[in-house]
């Protein structure tokens, strides 16, 4: 849990695929406050994106609710506020150890989203797998201590 409450930053690929029609290749970069109250932690992320076809840049915000439990991490989207959460995935130990993956794929429509979380010396990694007829897609996430 320390590693998770001393994140300070994020910065992530995002990657589309053939098949995508969202076309979101580029990167982003930006600080990360953590919160904690009784039903988890959150992750309050904001900072700017930069496309790679043509530059554009634009500002993201994010808030994340990381659910701690005895088997599981139960992970939760409240860009929308708290009230309105969106549970995302349980993740749980990989076979050998060395990660957490989602239990099952979140559905949204027909596309599935699932993630592999990896520990670093330094803080954690999230790689989001999204595919489905609208979405082709690969985020890879990397929150660090400050």
């Known amino acids: ?18 098949l995508s029609r969202c076309a979101w290749s580029g990167s982003g970069q930006g600080g990360v406050t953590v919160s904690r ?10 900072g700017r994106f930069r496309l790679d076809q043509g530059g554009a840049e634009v500002a993201f915000h994010n808030v994340y609710r990381w659910s701690l439990h005895n088997d599981h991490i139960g992970l939760y989207h409240e860009r929308r506020g708290k009230e309105h959460a969106v549970w995302l995935f349980n993740l ?14 979140h559905l949204c429509g027909d596309d599935q989203y699932t993630a592999k979380l990896t520990l670093r010396d330094a803080g954690i990694d999230l790689d989001w797998q999204i595919s489905g007829p609208r979405k082709d897609e690969r985020l890879y996430y990397r929150y660090r201590q400050a």
């Open 92 to 105: 749980i130990a990989a076979p050998g150890g060395d990660a957490l993956v989602a239990h099952q794929a």
């Open 1 to 18: 849990m320390q590693r998770l409450t001393s994140i300070a930053r994020v910065s992530f690929d995002s990657r589309s695929g053939e």
């Open 37 to 46: 109250d009784p039903d988890g932690l959150r992750f309050h992320e904001q």
